[in-house]
């Protein structure tokens, strides 16, 4: 990947490009539906101006604290905080929730001529073998070894001080490389992986405090994620007892955030767009949660956009939800016909995201941007650790 640098001091791996060269002024939406149209498939057509002190660097405590743009209808909104929650939901509503867990991905090691070199695990390929992107690339061909060493004190099994990783091929999709770790039969990576690793946060938070804990959902299980599904910062265990209390369920569905979340998209016609694939698993439990919530006339309200991408793919293979483990590469923009998704949680986006696409889907491309407006001009904060924004399904758009 080309866009893949590191930052001397306190390297963050920097995934996305011209992240601080903020786009062009928002465009007014043509009069006619074909004009609209021809904007909706225009990647130029999802820049928004955002000044660079609207990136929140640090999470707010407590989590539920966060500001929380309500979108109500198709043509208003309401300003509340994200604690409001219980109130804005109906018993009987169905929340759904990415169970991943952010895994320690950036490793630091060095070749056997002692130069320096930092990975970062994108995804196991098969068992202690993962693709990687890596820094620097060019000189780690086939063959090569890298040897990463345990930081003095650090908590971990003390006969692992040390471990390394061959590289078994160069990938050409990504740039990275397919890398074996060389550990004892039965010992996994992920198991000793804490050791070793440190959470990567995105490359446009470069002045955090932030703790590990708080780049992790309260109700992370599964690892395997590389960042985290963002939406679902903002709830605590407190929160999620008032919801349940009003009679607002919950399931979980698990997806792996890639480094694709972060990857631009590149063509001006989106709709032409190559979407990355990410592995998800909707599981039986989770499908009939939905089906008697809608039965009883429920509403099911996906936490993130990953939630949004996990019951959708699951549903795209055959028309209608089913249970799923394996992956997706759905692409969602204006113009999807929606299967399972009602209503949706989720954080503000990247410009020229697949992501604010995906949202655009659901309230219309100009709708999002002239919201984007309203909560840069209230003085919202942007991207992961930012706040959020509730779409109710009495806002979505319709379509023919």
Known sequence: MDNFQFKASKPRLNTVKALNSFPKTIQSEPSSGRGREDKERSLSSYDYELPPSAIAQNPVIPRDSAKLLV?????????????????????????????????????????TSGAAVEVLLLEEKQYNTWLALVKPGKRLQKGARIVFAREAGEAGEAQYVSISATVLEVNEATGGRLLRFDLPNGVSLLQILDSFGEIPLPPYITDSQAEDDQYQTVYAQNAGAIAAPTAGLHFTPELLQKLAEKGINSAFITLHVGVGTFRPVEVEDVTTHQMHGEWIDVSAATVEQIRATKARGGRVIAVGTTAVRALEGAAALSGQLEPFCGKTQLFIYPGYQWRVVDGLITNFHLPRSSLMMLVSALIGRQRLLDLYTEAIANAYRFYSFGDAMLILPEARVTHP
């Not at 109906?90 to 320690?104: A, C, E, F, Y």
């Open 71 to 111: 979108v109500d209808s198709p043509h208003t909104h309401c300003h509340r905080i994200f604690s409001d929650l219980p109130q804005l939901l109906k018993p009987g509503d169905l929340l759904i929730m990415n169970d991943t867990r952010v895994i320690p991905a950036r490793l630091h090691g060095r070749k």
